[in-house]
């Protein structure tokens, strides 16, 4: 019973690494990185259409993005997505590209990237923390309700901090590599 809960456990903490990893996605580094269009939509006969769906993007060199949409109508509803963004990047078009120039970034940006990504690191230790919190209520439910004796729930209790130990260790070591790539020049 208490094997479920914690398998349980480990399924949700992996989500929440999952959505720490995706929301780093969106923290450029100085770098072009066709995933940081992941997160933009754009409107295509009615309907709200991620851009990656709609256009080819390649990365011809580290520091520039290319978008070619299928369709050049939407060459001017990409262009204002991207100017309407918090990116900090300006975008330029042709009439047939658009393209997405990545500045080198300054010290100061990348400090201030920096606390960005510890931001989200310690959302998502919070996150980890909270589940297991739940995942604690849970068990000590089942001791309560008899399910389980009490060396079982003590048991249970130190296999759940193992499990939050190895997340908690797995979102510092994600953070650490996030840190060190922007700290790059």
């Not at 995933?35 to 080819?56: H, M, N, R, W």
């Not at 604690?136 to 001791?143: G, I, M, S, V, Y």
Request: charged share 35%; aromatic share 4%; glycine share 4%.
């Amino acid at each position: 019973m208490h094997r479920e809960i914690i398998n349980e456990l480990e399924r949700k903490m992996s989500k929440s690494i999952e959505s720490y990893e995706t929301e780093l996605t969106t923290v450029r580094a100085g770098r072009a990185n066709p995933t940081i269009l992941d997160q933009f939509t754009v409107d295509y006969y009615g309907t709200e259409t991620p851009i990656k769906q709609v256009a080819s993007i390649s990365v011809p060199e580290a520091r520039l993005l290319v978008i070619q949409p299928w369709d050049a109508s939407l060459i001017t509803p990409i262009e204002k997505v991207l100017l309407a963004s918090n990116l900090g990047i300006t975008p330029s078009n042709d009439g047939k590209v658009i393209r997405l120039p990545f500045p080198a970034l300054t010290e100061d940006r990348r400090k201030e990237l920096v606390k960005v990504v510890k931001g989200y690191g310690e959302n998502s230790k919070i996150a980890i923390r909270n589940l297991r919190r739940d995942g604690l209520d849970k068990l000590k439910k089942l001791e309560k309700d008899k399910e389980i004796s009490e060396d079982e729930l003590r048991q249970a209790e130190e296999e759940v901090q193992k499990v939050t130990d190895k997340f908690i260790k797995k979102v510092e070591d994600i953070t650490k590599l996030k840190e060190k790539e922007l700290m790059e020049i």
